[in-house]
């Protein structure tokens, strides 16, 4: 239901929902990184629930192609404001609020 969801998202989990199977996935902040300036490792954590009605199939329903967009989208967003580059950033933004407009009002409030 919608409150799940939104509850979900606030604490930072991307959700991608195909019919009635759900993929959850979390990722880290980078660890084992000396500097702050340079690229560094984290743990991305993915937990799929199946449809109970049809048989299991492999990836149940898919890898999460939203998660995926939404995880790109964020990081070049990351990378551009690091830059100082608002134009890149304001149309990151715009890209991210399209493709889940939930999680763009909840990292704007």
Do not use: H, M
């Not at 990184?33 to 199939?57: G, Y």
């Amino acid at each position: 239901d919608e409150k799940t969801y939104v509850g979900w998202v606030r604490e930072r989990v991307l959700v991608d929902v195909q019919g009635d199977d759900v993929l959850l996935q979390i990722f880290t902040r980078p660890i084992l990184q000396s500097n702050a300036n340079e690229e560094a490792p984290f743990l991305e954590f993915i937990q799929r629930v199946c449809s109970a009605r049809e048989l299991p199939r492999p990836g149940c329903g898919g890898f999460g192609i939203r998660n995926f967009l939404v995880l790109f989208l964020s990081i070049e967003l990351s990378s551009a404001a690091q830059r100082g580059d608002a134009a890149a950033s304001s149309l990151l933004r715009e890209q991210l609020a399209e493709s889940n407009p939930i999680l763009a009002d909840i990292a704007d409030a």
